[in-house]
């Protein structure tokens, strides 16, 4: 399902739920249950971002599990923990999955996999960067191929773009010899 359709199905059935739920137990038992929630999340969210530093340090230091693993595992109790505070039966659900360690583990698995799947398939090499553009010589066919040096003289935003000087150098002399203005 696409994003943009889950972001506007999802408070719709958040607000369904809390109606029906709400016409069954009544509406003061939602409200209490909702704040209830608000209230736990922001303080597990508050105990979360304190201990889960440490705790990633002491595991660091002993060697105990990956730093990698450890930082997974508290970052989807913190999903957990703001999934808490959004208001909703459904959040409040998938809040309590991010918290069973069973269920953190597949996630992150899944989350692995789906990073690998997508290095694959778009591959390293994104934005030009690819291995053959390496080899090639940005300045083949200029001035610069032969040693030459271009000193800009004026601003970088100047209207006219022949505003230097061209020194023309000789790739055996280790001197400049001469300059001309262009």
Request: charged share 15%.
């Amino acid at each position: 399902m696409p994003l943009p359709l889950l972001i506007l199905i999802l408070p719709v059935l958040e607000l369904w739920l809390m109606i029906e739920i709400g016409s069954q137990v009544g509406a003061l038992v939602v409200i209490g249950w909702l704040l209830a929630m608000i209230v736990l999340g922001m303080n597990l969210l508050r105990y979360l971002g304190a201990s889960s530093m440490l705790r990633s340090a002491q595991n660091l230091r002993s060697g105990a599990e990956f730093p990698a693993q450890s930082l997974a595992d508290n970052l989807f109790k913190a999903l957990g923990a703001v999934l808490l505070i959004i208001p909703g039966f459904l959040s409040d659900f998938a809040a309590l999955l991010c918290f069973v360690p069973f269920i953190r583990r597949l996630m992150f698995k899944r989350w692995l996999a789906k990073m690998a799947i997508k290095t694959a398939t778009s591959g390293f090499y994104t934005s030009g960067f690819r291995p053959g553009h390496f080899h090639q010589d940005p300045f083949q066919n200029s001035d610069f191929a032969q040693g030459n040096v271009y000193e800009h003289q004026s601003s970088a935003h100047s209207k006219s773009p022949k505003s230097g000087v061209l020194i023309e150098q000789s790739p055996d002399a280790s001197e400049s010899s001469g300059s001309k203005n262009t």
